[in-house]
């Protein structure tokens, strides 16, 4: 392998996995396994973020700032560009040319979310190169758990706009929510986001011993 790809990408490969989703970090929605590998080899802003995720000792400026250069990439964004700003591209072009609803999670991730993104990949790159004691994330249950953004999905008067009042499941695009990409919530009428097939199904977190 190391002869047919060269020493560089195979030693950035740990974080060629794990940007776009392994076992602990998050999948980038709809995005090939093989479209990291094509950009280090294209794009030498990907290639400098990779490298960053690949070292020790990095700071936490550092690894947000290339997380977010590696995704803008990844999302074919352009010099100059924040996920923000690219997010509302995608969105304006897909309002402006789909017959269909929007799904959110077809979009770039806002840089919110994406500094979680970042951090997790960064550690888990880590310990694949050089094992760590992963004790400072460990939570009072003994699981680990993950922290996907510190903002709320949406703006707060937003979230009280889109709800539904469904008398069913809410399994149809009759609902409010659905159509519009988003799960239902405490806000909706009748469902309150518990129990309708468009509510959030909590995963259990596998223990961190096993």
């Excluded at 070292?55 to 990844?74: C, F, M, R, V, Y």
Aim: proline share 5%.
């Amino acid at each position: 392998m190391k002869t047919h790809l060269g020493s560089l990408i195979c030693h950035l490969l740990p974080f060629l996995h794990a940007i776009n989703g392994c076992d602990t970090t998050s999948r980038l929605f709809g995005m090939a396994k093989g479209l990291p590998l094509k950009k280090i080899k294209t794009d030498a802003d990907f290639k400098t973020a990779a490298e960053t995720f690949c070292t020790q000792g990095k700071t936490t400026a550092d690894i947000i700032a290339s997380g977010e250069k590696a995704l803008i990439s990844l999302f074919g964004g352009r010099a100059g560009d924040t996920l923000d700003m690219l997010r509302y591209k995608h969105y304006w072009e897909k309002v402006t040319s789909s017959i269909t609803t929007v799904q959110v999670r077809s979009l770039p991730p806002t840089s919110a979310a994406a500094k979680y993104h970042s951090l997790r990949v960064y550690l888990q790159v880590q310990d694949w190169i050089d094992t760590l004691a992963i004790c400072s994330l460990r939570c009072g249950d003994g699981r680990l758990d993950p922290l996907t953004t510190d903002l709320p999905p949406a703006p707060e008067l937003l979230l009280k706009m889109i709800r539904c009042n469904c008398k069913s499941d809410c399994r149809s695009k009759r609902c409010t929510c659905r159509k519009h990409g988003l799960e239902c919530s405490l806000a909706c009428g009748e469902c309150k986001g518990i129990g309708c097939l468009n509510s959030p199904s909590p995963e259990p977190l596998a223990d961190y011993n096993d």
